[in-house]
């Protein structure tokens, strides 16, 4: 119990202190691919040292949904941290408190949060990009559900450390049509509910675009860091479930020795920068899609999914 409960504390600080990382190197590679010289891979921690160590403004007739929503946000990606495997092959303490389906409710607490507290700002363009943000959730959850139902399918469970033995043992099942379809759905996921293009643009500043990032415009000092902290942490933890459970369960360690802990944390980081050089490609290959086109985007990934699971279905 004792090391379970240190493995899960690694897990944590590997998500909490890498975070910062993975987005600073997505950022410079954009940079890069435009002929650009772009910001240090270290500069999240940078900026994160900054607004921490700012003053924090409140908007006067905020409540405390407005308050208490960035706490949410930075805690929900540790909390999900505890569910799935970051760097252990083996369960964990804690690994069958939920499965994909509650992680997937977990998040959804943090965007309840996260789209009351723009409204609460009474900002317009933070209602704005609430409003959308909740579009794009109602067009992406069907396409969570259907995903996670494939994947009760293929792997009988939903139970993340079951789910990634059975792409492993034996490896037929990794090249099975409905598991090629059902990563190509994740994927197109992860970059939806991580505002990245074609759905949003994060490095954007026009207020009449912007659909993620407006709703942070109201967050001052400590609580900008910390929705910052969790959008960082929330793509590491999308990407872990991706590449460990879905992708490439590989690398990972089999034992709790530090040796073999160190070993699975380079792999896994090397497996996340992969992914990063693959976001920084669709990113870098496509425009930002229309805001009524998002759906289209989004029904595409619904079709995906509708038909990994028509695949498994019919055992093709």
């Known amino acids: 119990m004792a090391q379970s409960i240190a493995l899960n504390l690694a897990q944590i600080a590997f998500v909490l202190l890498l975070s910062p990382l993975f987005a600073g190197i997505l950022a410079r590679c954009k940079e890069l691919v435009q002929s650009k010289r772009g910001p240090s891979i270290f500069q999240p921690y940078r900026d994160l040292r900054k607004l921490f160590s700012k003053d924090e403004r409140v908007p006067a007739g905020s409540t405390w949904i407005f308050r208490t929503a960035p706490y949410v946000i930075f805690i929900v990606p540790l909390t999900i941290t505890l569910l799935i495997p970051v760097l252990t092959n083996f369960p964990l303490f804690m690994a069958f408190a939920g499965d994909m389906l509650a992680a997937g409710f977990i998040f959804a607490v943090s965007g309840l949060f996260f789209t009351l507290a723009a409204i609460d700002g009474e900002n317009t363009y933070g209602a704005m990009g609430a ?52 990563l190509i759905a994740f994927f197109m996921i992860i970059l939806a509910e991580t505002g990245k293009i074609p759905v949003d643009n994060p490095s954007g500043h026009f207020e009449l675009a912007m659909v993620d990032e407006s709703k942070a415009l109201e967050f001052s000092g400590r609580s900008a860091a910390l929705v910052k902290y969790g959008g960082y942490m929330k793509f590491t933890v999308l990407a872990v479930i991706f590449l460990n459970v879905l ?70």
């Open 131 to 182: 409003s959308r943000t909740r579009m794009v959730g109602f067009l992406a959850e069907p396409v969570i559900i259907i995903a996670l139902f494939t994947v009760s399918f293929v792997a009988n469970s939903t139970i993340p450390y079951i789910v990634q033995q059975h792409w492993v043992h034996p490896i037929a099942n990794f090249f099975a049509p409905s598991h090629i379809l059902l």
């Open 247 to 316: 992708t490439t369960p590989w690398g990972l360690a089999s034992s709790g020795s530090p040796a073999a802990v160190l070993l699975a944390a380079i792999a896994v980081s090397l497996k996340i920068v992969a992914l990063v050089l693959a976001v920084v490609v669709v990113e870098s290959t496509y425009a930002k899609l229309r805001l009524f086109r998002i759906a289209e985007f989004l029904g595409a990934a619904f079709v995906v999914s509708v038909t990994a699971m028509v695949t498994d279905l019919l055992h093709l």
